[in-house]
């Protein structure tokens, strides 16, 4: 719902009114006080301080009552009176008078507003050991080998390039383990069978790298 409370600045302004004629008399303690408390509670609920001033444009719905021509950019008070932008006496003289005591009071009651900024962390970079199990004659794994080394990337996604090594024959079984850490979990993968003709070995910057492995982290 759209208020009518000042020409010309309804769209950007909230309007109290305090009954009573206060050319002469200020307003009471009692009134004063739920005045501030409302102040503050409208204030700090858009995270706007008490103090300051903020510019606003003078909007053409109802620039007839304002002091500025239309489109005007204007400098209020945060709290302000209604004289200050529109062409009347109101709130009165003593009130009128009174609005720097009432902002100090809503400063007091709500305080200038914390900014917080929102925004979604990456995921943390973890470490990936691809592995090669040691199997006794029985067929039970007693041991894992770790072959190479690599980190995931901030999306959780892992690629491991590796160079011709020494030839070792037959079948390989390989996994990729994670062992966890601060703010991730231990995650291992499924096991890859591959012909072994050659063994994994960690990059070397002078020899073409060819990619064996790509996958994202369990």
């Not at 000042?6 to 309007?15: D, P, R």
């Not at 503050?40 to 620039?63: C, F, I, M």
């Not at 009432?102 to 990936?128: E, F, K, M, S």
């Not at 901030?154 to 062992?179: D, H, Y």
């Amino acid at each position: 719902m759209l208020g009518a409370q000042a020409g010309g600045y309804n769209l950007v302004s909230t309007g109290i009114a305090v009954l009573g004629t206060f050319t002469a008399v200020p307003i009471s303690r009692t009134a004063r006080r739920a005045l501030e408390a409302l102040l503050g509670w409208k204030l700090s609920l858009h995270g706007v301080p008490a103090q300051g001033s903020v510019t606003v444009r003078v909007n053409p719905a109802g620039a007839s009552y304002s002091r500025f021509p239309v489109n005007a950019r204007v400098p209020l008070p945060r709290i302000a009176g209604h004289r200050d932008g529109d062409a009347t006496e109101c709130p009165g003289n003593v009130l009128y008078g009174e609005l720097p005591a009432i902002r100090a009071g809503v400063r007091r009651l709500a305080p200038n507003p914390t900014r917080a900024t929102l925004r979604l962390a990456a995921p943390p970079v973890a470490p990936v050991l691809i592995q090669v199990p040691t199997v006794s004659r029985r067929g039970e794994v007693v041991s894992e080998r770790t072959l190479a080394e690599t980190t995931t990337d901030s999306t959780g996604k892992w690629e491991l390039n590796a160079t011709p090594g020494s030839p070792v024959g037959g079948r390989m079984w390989l996994r990729a383990l994670c062992p966890g850490g601060t703010g991730f979990g231990a995650g291992i993968s499924d096991p890859l069978h591959i012909q072994a003709s050659v063994a994994l070995t960690a990059p070397d910057a002078s020899t073409p790298a060819q990619p064996t492995a790509s996958a994202p982290a369990a």
